[in-house]
């Protein structure tokens, strides 16, 4: 327990320090606020620290006798929190339990997540959040991002000012119409941007006060939203052609007069119509960029690249067959077309090696319905077919690129076509969620004699083939937009080019180490993606120097440094001067290990049963 003279030293810290100069002394990110008072510290989930505020912390701060006498570790925090997790049954349910720690306590939400990428990336991305975005009207529950409607022309600037953050580094924003493969979700749209932004901070480091989760309601399409009673969302159909275009002419304006020319502004779930559209009116005119057709495109060419070295082949000595020809397919194919000229053939031999299909079939000149304009370069001179199977028979891809949105398209009949068509025949089922996947890992092995090489949008769990397991990567552009982000922000780039979707792509490669590849996976293990954001970052910084886009000179000397500077600590304040810690704070139970902790906790509250949601 705390000693007299302990007692002493704090009041005497108090009567000499107004709380105001003690709570000013943070990172620029953890800037707190002078009217930050006693019960805020608790309140507010960027300062919460639960039990873990020393008994000197909780005098000073005003707090003694908010919270119960035992003071926890953070890492004891942790392991009650994992604990807790496993008793939720559904993914769902979980998922609830993450979004409410996040909302009480942001830093222990964050350190769990580090913990262990892989198990609960799934939990606040795909597929679960394709679920919360279906249930937004019972998820929601407090602001965690800015609504911003079609009846707010004119006032999206003040609406920016409700945004409690001055310090916002990016943006991430949808306009709710093509939500993962689910299709147009309105309002309930919401939960990407956030679960997106929720990356920047979990898998690279941005700090979460730097980052604004957005939604643009203009109505959706969606009948069956439009007479659900949970929906909460602009009830009317979707406003298309210049009332939209204003609206987001506007809103892009806002941001920057808002929080500076440098803000990152992340185009997530735009529907064909309008992505490739908006990406050519803006990226050349502000920090922007459309992560489903730059991002993807990046992880994918990054897989492509790793299996190259499986393949012993170069890119250019495949032949492409897309199913989907649309923000992600055609983003995918032109950074392909583009690292294959690279290998020095031309763009015109590279595109031909590309075939693209969508609804209307094969991207053929012939076709009477035309091809997209966004998708004229892809157009071959051929007879039209909607016949997919066949033309994996015709053309012999050797790599299937599937982003379609079309649940089980790769057929057991299209992947053994694939198995005749090349050794070690490339599949990559990106479309998300899970179910939307073109096919799964076990239907690929199981139809190509376990020789594919594999990769889906949303993760799968271990597959089992001819007495061998194999952990089959995740192609999802989760793996690049956060290190992306985290250069772009970093180095204040201007913009952000289609040449730093290839670098990320070259490093994210680099990352895939040779058991990666043994064990049937072309990316790496997702609990490197820390790591592997830095590099990323960091290469993205080298090209924004060398294309003259960084806004930041003189170029730093190490450019490791200034992005391990720049990163989100996890680990919680220490609201005392060092010299007012005290040794012999805690609650005094020694207890050896956390699970020990739990253990005896869970002997003493008795079983557990009926506690699940
Ligand atoms: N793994 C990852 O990182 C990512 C995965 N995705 C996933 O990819 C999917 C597509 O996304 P995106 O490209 O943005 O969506 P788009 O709506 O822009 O494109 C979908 C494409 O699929 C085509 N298509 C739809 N139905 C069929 C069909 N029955 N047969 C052939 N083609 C069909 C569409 O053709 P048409 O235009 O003629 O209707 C269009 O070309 C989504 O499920 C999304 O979740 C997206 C981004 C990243
Ligand atoms: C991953 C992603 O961005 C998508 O499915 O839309
Ligand atoms: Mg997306």
């Known amino acids: 327990m705390r000693s007299v003279k302990a007692n002493f030293l704090v009041k005497e810290y108090i009567n000499k320090n107004p709380l105001r100069v003690l709570v ?21 989930p960027r300062l919460n620290k639960g039990l873990a505020f020393t008994l000197e912390e909780r005098q000073t701060l005003g707090i003694h006798g908010l919270l119960a006498s035992t003071v926890r570790t953070q890492e004891e ?27 009480t306590n942001e830093k222990l939400f964050y350190e769990l997540m580090s913990t262990d990428v892989e198990k609960y990336l799934p939990l606040v991305y795909t597929p679960t959040v394709g679920l919360v975005c279906q249930r937004f009207g019972l998820v929601y529950k407090r602001p965690r991002g800015l609504f911003i409607t079609i009846h707010d022309k004119g006032k999206i600037h003040q609406i920016l000012r409700n945004w409690p953050e001055s310090h916002v580094r990016a943006i991430c924003f949808t306009d709710g119409e093509r939500i993962l493969g689910l299709g147009d979700l309105g309002a309930f749209g919401m939960g990407i941007p956030i679960g997106k932004l929720c990356l920047y901070t979990a898998l690279a480091g941005v700090p979460p006060a730097h980052c604004l989760p957005i939604t643009l309601d203009v109505g959706t399409n969606n009948q069956s939203l439009l007479e659900d ?16 275009d204003e609206l987001i002419e506007e809103f892009m304006v806002a941001c920057v007069k808002r929080y500076s020319q440098n803000v990152l502004l992340q185009f997530e779930d735009f529907a064909l119509a309008n992505a490739t559209r908006l990406l050519d009116r803006y990226k050349n005119a502000y920090c922007t960029f459309n992560d489903d057709i730059q991002g993807t495109a990046s992880v994918v060419v990054a897989g492509m690249y790793a299996a190259c070295r499986i393949t012993k082949k170069k890119l250019k000595e495949n032949i492409y067959l ?28 590279a595109i031909k090696k590309v075939y693209m299909v969508d609804h209307e079939g094969l991207l053929s000149t012939k076709r009477q319905s035309g091809i997209p304009p966004h ?8 007879e039209p077919t909607k016949d997919f199977a066949s033309l994996v028979t015709s053309l012999k891809p050797t790599c299937l690129v599937g982003a379609s949105t ?62 061998k397991t194999y952990y089959t990567g995740q192609g999802n552009n989760s793996y690049v937009f956060p290190g992306i982000a985290l250069g772009v922000i970093i180095c204040h780039a201007r913009h952000v080019p289609d040449s730093m979707f290839l670098s990320a792509a070259k490093t994210l490669a680099l990352c895939v180490t040779e058991k990666d590849l043994n064990l049937g996976r ?10 592997i954001s830095n590099k990323i970052a960091a290469s993205i910084i080298n090209r924004a120097y060398d294309e003259k886009l960084a806004g930041m000179y ?5 450019v490791d440094c200034l992005v391990q500077q720049y990163l989100y600590n996890t680990k919680y304040i220490n609201y005392m001067p060092d010299c007012y810690n005290y040794p012999g704070s805690d609650s005094g139970i020694k207890v050896k290990t956390i699970e020990e902790m739990i253990a005896k906790s869970t002997k003493k509250t008795g079983s557990n049963k009926g506690c699940k949601k």
């Not at 998708?375 to 051929?382: L, N, P, R, T, Y």
């Not at 072309?522 to 790591?531: D, M, S």
């Open 554 to 558: 003189p170029k730093p000397k190490d």
């Open 229 to 244: 009673p949970m929906y909460i969302g602009v009830r009317q159909k979707r406003v298309t052609g210049s009332a939209y």
């Open 77 to 103: 925090q942790i392991a009650i929190c994992k604990y807790s997790l496993e008793r939720y049954g559904s993914p769902l349910n979980k998922h609830l339990y993450l979004a409410e720690l996040l909302d």
């Open 24 to 44: 000013r002394a943070y990172s620029d990110e953890e800037v707190i606020p002078n009217s930050i008072r006693g019960f805020d510290y608790i309140r507010h």
């Open 406 to 467: 079309v649940g089980g398209a790769f057929t057991p009949a299209i992947l053994q076509q694939m198995a005749k068509n090349t050794e070690r025949p490339q599949i990559f089922a990106l479309s998300n969620p899970t179910v939307k996947a073109e096919c799964t890992p076990q239907q690929a092995y199981d139809n190509t004699e376990g020789r594919c090489i594999y990769a889906s949008g949303s993760p799968f769990p271990p597959t089992k083939y001819g007495g």
């Open 522 to 531: 072309i990316y790496p293990h997702l609990n490197e993606v820390r790591n």
């Open 322 to 349: 897309f199913l989907g020809a649309g923000s992600a397919g055609v983003g995918i194919a032109s950074l392909l077309c583009d690292a294959m000229v690279e290998e020095g053939i031309s763009m015109e031999e």
């Open 375 to 382: 998708a004229v370069k892809f157009g071959k001179d051929m």
